[in-house]
T-cell receptor, first 112, second 113 residues
């Protein structure tokens, strides 16, 4: 099945720095979503960007989408220790009401 | 506050046992999903359901079955648990006819000995 792939697998930064995570996917999509998962918990939706959008903001989050390169990036600005979590991109399967396909995630550690 | 509730956070079962993982959502969502999450493999789709009594196989359905007798409840069944089914199981739901946001439960960590 198609799958998003996040890059890097793990990222460690200092508090206050920006964190950038990337996601690549294989086939055409209707939208791409980013989720966050604290250790041992369920996933929480962060942001959705549609295939006809190039950039979207939500608070300290900025998501970009390049459908020609089949890639997306998630930028977290002015990171905090509480941002420490795993981040996943998820895509639909390109048509209709299809289940999401998740990548393997980026593990972000923000050091105070 | 909208919620997806998974009945057990932690379970320990023996090989060959029948295991039921229950998931209930209070958002009147049509679509419900079961994923498993393993280190290095991310989330993989086991089964999903778009309506009551309806079920569809996901990417890794072998060894699992599901039941959706009521709209709010989606159960995952391991008929005969095996050690390779030790995993974190995540239930999710969303509105019907939508490829939008999924709402996840807190997960059920299953260990099969």
């Amino acid at each position: 099945s198609q799958q998003g792939e996040e890059d890097p697998q793990a990222l460690s930064i200092q508090e206050g720095e920006n964190a950038t995570m990337n996601c690549s996917y294989k086939t055409s999509i209707n939208n791409l979503q980013w989720y966050r998962q604290n250790s041992g918990r369920g996933l929480v939706h962060l942001i959705l960007i549609r295939s006809n959008e190039r950039e979207k903001h939500s608070g300290r989050l900025r998501v970009t989408l390049d459908t020609s390169k089949k890639s997306s990036s998630l930028l977290i600005t002015a990171s905090r220790a509480a941002d420490t979590a795993s981040y996943f991109c998820a895509t639909d399967r390109g048509s209709g009401n299809t289940p999401l396909v998740f990548g393997k995630g980026t593990r972000l550690s923000v050091i105070a | 506050d909208v919620k997806v509730t998974q009945s057990s956070r932690y379970l320990v079962k023996r090989t060959g046992e029948k295991v039921f993982l229950e998931c209930v959502q209070d958002m009147d969502h049509e679509n419900m999903f079961w994923y498993r999450q393993d280190p290095g493999l991310g989330l993989r789709l086991i089964y999903f359901s778009y309506d009551v009594k309806m079920k569809e196989k996901g990417d890794i359905p072998e060894g699992y079955s599901v039941s959706r007798e009521k709209k709010e409840r989606f159960s995952l069944i391991l008929e005969s648990a095996s050690t390779n089914q030790t995993s974190m199981y995540l239930c999710a739901s969303r509105r019907g006819g939508d490829t939008g946001e999924l709402f996840f439960g807190e997960g059920s960590r299953l260990t099969v000995l």
